[in-house]
């Protein structure tokens, strides 16, 4: 009975995961005010949050149910030396980079794992120096030249000031189900298992 109760859970969970999740973004960044929002729909869930406000509205069948400002975090007071425990010994440099292969694999994997629906993005950008704004107009072209619709994909460069704007949209959507298989091949890899075991 109690095995049969688990199948049927087991079988609903895996349902559950059947169902995509839809992701619309927007954001705006102006003389440095940064503007836009998120939101996630997913079954009969809506999560909706505002980067502006820092607020985060939850629907159920369209009606709001919940809502959530973060509040603004407060400075750490330093403790004094002796509260202050020693850390952890840090596994060697070695180690770390023996992850970063998996962990660019995991990152392409989940990249992949989003079907992209619609996407614009316009940046206007300048460096401190005129040839590093040049070397970031070299890279912007590459990424462009990389991309399906590089129409959707916008830049100014500005090589007398220093600057930053932007304007993105996006929409994609992804089924839960597709990150399980990434995500395990990632931590059944013998060098994340061997550097997880180090540093519990």
Same mark, same amino acid.
Request: hydrophobic share 45%; net charge positive; aromatic share 12%.
């Given at each position: 009975?109690?095995?049969?109760?688990?199948?049927?859970?087991?079988?609903?969970?895996? #349902?559950?995961?059947?169902? &995509? @999740?839809?992701?619309?973004? !927007?954001?705006?960044?102006?003389?440095?005010?940064?503007?836009?929002? %998120?939101?996630?729909?997913?079954?009969?869930?809506?999560?909706?949050?505002?980067?502006?406000e820092k607020e985060l509205k939850i629907h159920i069948f369209g009606r709001s149910i919940s809502r959530h400002i973060s509040p603004e975090k407060k400075p750490q007071v330093q403790k004094p030396e002796r509260?202050?425990?020693? #850390?952890?010994?840090?596994? &060697? @440099?070695?180690?770390?980079? !023996?992850?970063?292969?998996?962990?660019?694999?995991?990152?392409?994997? %989940?990249?992949?794992?989003?079907?992209?629906?619609?996407?614009?993005?316009?940046?206007?950008?300048?460096?401190?120096?005129?040839?590093?704004?040049?070397?970031?107009?070299?890279?912007?072209?590459?990424?462009?030249?990389?991309?399906?619709?590089?129409?959707?994909?916008?830049?100014?460069?500005?090589?007398?000031?220093?600057?930053?704007?932007?304007?993105?949209?996006?929409?994609?959507?992804?089924?839960?189900?597709?990150?399980?298989?990434?995500?395990?091949?990632?931590?059944?890899?013998?060098?994340?298992?061997?550097?997880?075991?180090?540093?519990?």
């Amino acid at each position: 009975m109690i095995a049969l109760i688990i199948a049927v859970l087991a079988v609903l969970a895996l #349902s559950i995961l059947l169902f &995509p @999740v839809n992701i619309s973004f !927007n954001s705006t960044r102006s003389e440095g005010t940064i503007d836009g929002s %998120m939101d996630v729909n997913w079954m009969i869930f809506l999560f909706i949050y505002s980067l502006k406000e820092k607020e985060l509205k939850i629907h159920i069948f369209g009606r709001s149910i919940s809502r959530h400002i973060s509040p603004e975090k407060k400075p750490q007071v330093q403790k004094p030396e002796r509260e202050i425990k020693k #850390s952890r010994k840090m596994p &060697p @440099v070695r180690d770390f980079l !023996n992850i970063i292969g998996p962990m660019f694999r995991l990152f392409r994997d %989940m990249v992949h794992t989003f079907r992209i629906k619609y996407y614009h993005i316009e940046i206007t950008y300048g460096l401190n120096d005129p040839a590093n704004t040049g070397i970031m107009t070299g890279f912007m072209h590459a990424v462009r030249s990389s991309l399906k619709k590089e129409k959707d994909f916008k830049f100014t460069p500005d090589f007398t000031k220093q600057i930053l704007d932007w304007s993105f949209m996006s929409k994609a959507s992804i089924t839960p189900i597709k990150i399980v298989i990434p995500l395990a091949k990632f931590a059944a890899n013998r060098k994340v298992l061997r550097f997880a075991l180090q540093i519990t």
